[in-house]
């Protein structure tokens, strides 16, 4: 059965700021939605929320049809973070890290974090030190740690933001592999227009915590409805 | 002046490589009631520094101002409290811990507890915010998220246990009030370093001082060196 996320009147209040309001969208199993926005639109937000990291003040998540709370969502989705995080140890203890918190068996997370860092071009680099790595091996590592623990929903916060070209199409590729497994559905908060055009199935436009345009990729950039969305696309929106 | 220090330095190095039994005897004694001060001291402290550190509760900041203040407690302070506290008339003058080893190691233990709670709580609170969500984002319950973040700032937590096992190892309050300073008992460096000085024995203080740096200096050098590779 194909998985449904559901995302029903989301808000998020910082005092007096509104950092979501109102935010609904769906998504399918196999799909990858990627979020766009100006900086401060609500696009990380929105995806702390839905890892389990922070609360809504309003508002559901919902997948196949039952409605997850901050525990549930830990169980299911995680998150990459635009600037990756290393535990201060190998690459292969951080990349095995999910795997042993959920009581998987030593011979099994071997063979697991094997597989996994061959995905993203890593072999040989179990014994390095996380932290010494460049900042594309560190996401790449950061990638591999997260889809190891096959999660439902995978979540990722701008992931070759701090990269030279040639890693960027590294991480574009392994999110490409997740994609056609269609083993999970992804969202994506980017800045890059082009990579969510390459990616993505439907992309959200954020705008001061509100999504005003969900469409189609294709749509998204050939015929946006949204006047903000059109001056966004086609570059001419300020700040 | 001069030529006395050198000689009496040269004297402190026949005394050590001779090995004098009472020199060794004092050194083996320092060891053990400060190694067990500071090994007592972790039994409450990291458990106290684990709470300041990784929970909010009511109450935090006092708990932490207590604890930052009396890390400057002078020890000839703490002595005298305990020296009445265990003396045969004293509240707990049952218990006769009062001039042996196991009463400086308690004293000590009292005395580094604060340096256990404050720097290993810092460590630890030190620790990479990010680290919390990253172990929770993989699926970490609370008690693995806290052990991954406790994971992190070990070697900061290591270098608490040392700092205030030299603290132990090199004071003198306590062991001079709680212990006495008996001979084959509880003399330890620092107070036969203390005698000897006043006996006008110098070689003799010299090579025990000598002793307590090297030991002192040692721990730092290891941890430093094994914190490097």
């Not at chain 1, 939605?33 to 995806?47: M, P, Q, R």
């Not at chain 1, 929903?153 to 199409?169: C, Q, R, V, W």
């Amino acid at each position: 059965m194909s998985s449904h996320l559901h995302i029903e009147k989301i808000e998020k209040n910082y005092e007096d700021l509104k950092a979501l309001n109102n935010l609904a969208f769906d998504a399918h199993q196999g799909q990858l939605i990627s979020l766009v926005g100006a900086n401060g639109s609500g696009k990380t937000t929105l995806l702390r929320i839905m890892a389990g990291l922070d609360f809504p003040n309003n508002g559901k998540i919902i997948f196949n049809g039952k409605e997850l709370n901050i525990h549930d969502l830990r169980k299911i989705a995680t998150l990459v973070f635009q600037k990756s995080i290393m535990f201060n140890t190998s690459v292969f203890k951080n990349v095995a890290f999910g795997l042993k918190v959920r009581g998987v068996d030593t011979k099994k997370i071997r063979d697991k974090v094997f597989d996994s860092l061959s995905s993203v071009s890593l072999q040989g680099f179990e014994n390095k030190k996380a932290n010494n790595l460049s900042g594309g091996d560190q996401q790449r590592v950061a990638l591999a740690r997260a889809f190891i623990i096959k999660p439902q929903i995978l979540l990722l916060d701008e992931p070759t933001a701090n990269l030279d070209p040639s890693n960027a199409i590294i991480v574009e590729n392994t999110i490409k592999e997740i994609l056609e497994r269609k083993s999970c559905i992804i969202v994506m908060a980017t800045h890059n227009l082009y990579q969510a055009r390459r990616l993505s199935s439907f992309i959200a436009h954020l705008h001061y915590g509100r999504i005003i345009e969900f469409s189609k990729s294709e749509k998204f950039f050939a015929q946006p409805e949204n006047k903000i969305t059109q001056k966004f696309v086609s570059g001419e929106l300020q700040f | 002046m001069f030529e006395t220090f050198i000689e009496a330095i040269h004297q402190a190095i026949i005394l050590i490589w001779s090995g004098d039994p009472e020199v060794f005897s004092i050194t083996l004694r320092s060891l053990y009631v400060s190694g067990l001060a500071t090994l007592l001291s972790c039994l409450w402290g990291l458990p106290i520094a684990l709470g300041l550190a990784l929970s909010s509760f009511r109450g935090k900041k006092l708990i932490r101002g207590f604890f930052n203040a009396m890390l400057g407690v002078p020890t000839v302070a703490l002595g005298l409290i305990l020296y009445l506290l265990l003396s045969k008339s004293g509240p707990l003058g049952i218990f006769r811990l009062l001039y042996t080893p196991l009463g400086i190691s308690i004293g000590q233990s009292l005395l580094i507890t604060p340096i256990v709670v404050s720097f290993a709580s810092s460590a630890i609170e030190s620790v990479d915010v990010g680290v919390r969500d990253l172990a929770r984002t993989l699926g970490a319950s609370r008690f693995q998220t806290d052990l991954a973040v406790m994971h992190e700032s070990t070697w900061g937590i290591i270098l608490a246990i040392v700092a205030s096992f030299s603290r132990a190892f090199a004071e003198l309050g306590v062991a001079m009030m709680v212990g006495g300073n008996i001979r084959y008992v509880t003399r330890v460096l620092t107070t036969s370093i203390a005698l000897e000085t006043a006996r006008g024995e110098i070689a003799f203080s010299i090579a025990l001082t000598i002793i307590l740096m090297i030991i002192v200096f040692s721990l730092t050098f290891i941890i430093n060196f094994l914190r490097r590779t």
